[in-house]
């Protein structure tokens, strides 16, 4: 197994007709993920490289019943086209957009939580989702990882590269990459992806990778304590970040004294989670973790 | 994007909160001239983006114009733990008989407003928070349906305010929260938040940080920022679209991905470092923007060396050699003798490593790790030489 996509994926995109939205779900429909349809207002009836086109979520999960739904229209759009696809059934909607007002994150999460509790959210400002060797849902550089056992959840795309091609180059591969995104209120936390990981069966080691900002990571570490029995090795972005500058993503920046790298370092590690000091190092350990265990099942 | 008090209570005013009337003036001659018009006593006060500015003596108290005119020289020019005060507000003193305490942000953990009162004003509310937590009240709002004005009634009781401004101060509230809510802000703080002897609530101070991402819905507080207080590197790395934050070391750093680039500060401090600034060149760069990047980087004087820590996903490696080519060819980056420590890897990194074998570009280094670089790139910047310069 793994999580959140895969062989039973069926993807559709809001966003298709633009330039990246086209580019990154033919380079998904190439890996192998299932694209069955695209959704632009007014551009019902088109099609981008055989892949239909409808105006609404409405019509294409009617029409070609999509159970996960990528969002790559611009950010003034985005808010309407998540609660749309949730409205429409979909399972899973992963929110590629980047800048998308906070308030407006903030009133998605609360619907979704109110009225569409069959759906789960993952991003937005996010690089999606990549289950090696069976679906890529999102922008991924597929070409880095291969199968395996480590679950990846992070907050920042390249990082996760960086320290997902060191495990790979280690001879390890992944269960699931999932990117929850940089933005302040994000659809899922580090807790939901950690409760897919544990119950995953492919899954044997969690790499957690987050960054300054907001408490996601000390909410983990409470999580990790009482629910997750995998080894889970953690990274944490922005030591050297000055307070109150916000470090490209949005929701990036300490406020007074809350959100510091080393306050979450110290709440995971209190919680028995090892934190790399590098992303090298977080490779490095998680490849001992897992060559001890593998010792251990022979 | 941080707000001046002036600026925030300008917002204030423009949602029905009382604030006292006021005018912000940028030389001594326009103090003395608003401080007539707004009425004596006035306060002169600073208007910069850090806490502590009273204490540092950015806000006095002026009787007369005399005062108004030795406040005001005194205050403008005045470095506040490295802010520059170049405007003052003037605003006609208030007669204080209590100091209360009201907020409201977007609280990221419970994803919920929270507003916040306490009748403990006028002094620093974590501290507060941390000794005397049950004299912060904490509410959360359901967003979806507002903050009603029998809620802000219950919070007002709840604190303790005093009976006879518990409806005054549930109208601030409920006025605050409209501040929040309508301006896109992630926070809206008034400390303090007064009782006058007549019993008048009024913002005595204003800290409002606005969604930068939702300016596009306030066209009219698209002016509001503090560009003149601004660095102006990052000033320039804003209206040219490039994510840069300026820090005090002297190694400048580019990299893809925003998190990517925090763990570059991070390695390279821990290689006994000091990083210049941040600068996220963003997915997909092309050449053209990473050579403006490198303009970016060397327009800080202190910088001494350069790391560029690519990780390409949709970037590529090849597109970021040819940016560094281009910034020696057109810039002139080689021209100033600081070295380049170069680390491409993902996308088309064979390529990218290939284009700058062959430009045989002075000064430049490369490295196949990130930590490689870091250290490399550390013993360049103070000076020393190391292997495999091309």
């Known amino acids: 197994m793994s999580v959140l996509v895969d062989e039973r994926t069926r993807l559709a995109v809001a966003g298709i007709t633009g330039r990246e939205g086209s580019f990154h779900t033919l380079n998904n429909r190439r890996y192998g993920t299932n694209v069955v349809g695209g959704v632009t207002p007014g551009k019902g009836g088109q099609d981008v490289e055989g892949i239909p086109v409808f105006d609404s ?12 739904a990528m969002i790559f229209v611009p950010p003034r759009f985005a808010a309407d086209s998540i609660l749309e696809a949730a409205a429409a059934g979909v399972e899973l909607v992963v929110t590629i957009t980047e800048g998308i007002p906070a308030h407006d994150e903030l009133r998605v999460y609360n619907i979704l939580k109110r009225d569409h509790v069959g759906t789960r959210l993952i991003g937005p400002n996010c690089p999606g989702i990549l289950s090696p060797g069976k679906a890529n849902v999102g922008i991924i550089p597929a070409s880095f990882f291969k199968a395996g056992n480590v679950g990846v959840v992070s907050r920042s795309g390249t990082l996760t590269y960086q320290i997902g091609n060191e495990i790979a180059q280690a001879g390890f591969g992944c269960s699931s990459i999932v990117g929850i995104g940089g933005d302040p209120v994000p659809g899922s936390s580090f807790v ?9 069966d492919q899954t044997e080691l969690i790499v957690l990778s987050g960054e300054i900002g907001g408490s996601a990571e000390e909410e983990a570490a409470e999580y990790i304590a009482g629910h997750v029995s995998k080894p889970v090795v953690a990274y944490i972005a922005g030591f050297t970040a000055p307070e109150g500058k916000q470090m490209g993503h949005a929701g990036a920046i300490i406020s007074g004294t809350a959100g510091t790298a080393a306050a979450k370092a110290k709440a995971l590690e209190a919680r028995g989670v090892r934190v790399g000091r590098t992303p090298t190092e977080v490779a490095e350990i998680a490849v001992q973790v897992l060559g001890e265990a593998s010792i251990a099942a022979h | 994007m941080d707000l001046l008090e002036y ?26 001239r608003a401080a007539g018009e707004v009425g004596y006593p006035v306060v002169v006060k600073a208007q910069v983006l850090i806490g502590g500015r009273g204490k540092a003596g950015g806000v006095k108290l002026a009787a007369d114009e005399a005062e108004v005119r030795e406040h005001a020289g005194n205050i403008l020019g005045m470095d506040i733990r490295g802010h520059v005060v170049r405007t003052l507000w003037i605003e006609h003193a208030s007669d204080i008989a209590t100091e209360y305490y009201a907020s409201v942000l977007l609280d990221r953990s419970a994803k919920r407003p929270l507003v916040m009162f306490s009748v403990e004003g006028g002094v620093d509310i974590e501290e507060v928070a941390e000794k005397t937590p049950e004299k912060l009240i904490r509410h959360h709002v359901d967003p979806l349906a507002g903050l ?53 609530v009024r913002a005595l101070d204003a800290k409002v940080s606005l969604d ?86 060397l327009a800080n004087e202190a910088v001494k060396a350069v790391l560029f820590n690519i990780f390409g996903g949709i970037t590529r490696c090849d597109e970021v050699a040819r940016g560094l080519i281009a910034a020696f060819d057109d810039i002139g980056a080689g021209g100033q003798s600081i070295p380049f420590v170069v680390r491409l890897d993902g996308t088309n990194d064979v390529e990218g490593r290939e284009l700058l074998q062959e430009a045989a570009l002075p000064n430049v280094y490369p490295a196949r790790t990130m930590n490689e670089a870091a250290e490399k790139v550390v013993a360049l910047a103070a000076g020393q030489t190391v292997g495999a310069g091309s």
């Open chain 2, 212 to 297: 930068g991402n939702a300016l596009y819905r306030h066209p009219e507080n698209q002016a509001l920022s503090d560009s003149e207080n601004e660095d102006p590197i990052e000033r320039r790395a804003k209206q040219e679209g490039v994510q840069y934050v300026k820090l005090d070391g002297d190694i400048g750093i580019l990299g893809n991905g925003a998190g990517l680039v925090m763990s570059t500060l991070d390695v390279v401090a821990q290689a006994g470092g000091s990083p210049a600034n941040f600068l996220d060149a963003g997915g997909g760069s092309d050449a053209e923007k990473i050579k403006q990047a490198v303009a970016l980087i």
């Open chain 1, 57 to 68: 979520w409405a019509e294409a999960v009617q029409e070609v019943q999509p159970n996960t």
């Open chain 1, 192 to 200: 939901d992806v950690l409760e897919l990981f544990q119950a995953d």
């Open chain 2, 7 to 32: 600026q925030g209570k300008q917002l204030f005013a423009r949602h029905g909160l009382k604030v006292s009337p006021g005018e912000a003036v940028s030389t001594v001659e326009d103090a003395v």
């Open chain 2, 148 to 200: 009603s004005r029998d809620e802000a009634v219950e919070i007002a009781t709840e604190g303790g305010a005093d009976a006879d401004v518990v409806a005054g101060v549930a109208d601030a509230l409920v006025a605050l929260y409209e501040v929040w809510l309508s301006e896109d802000a992630t926070l809206a703080e008034i400390n303090p938040l007064i009782v006058t002897p007549e019993r008048e």
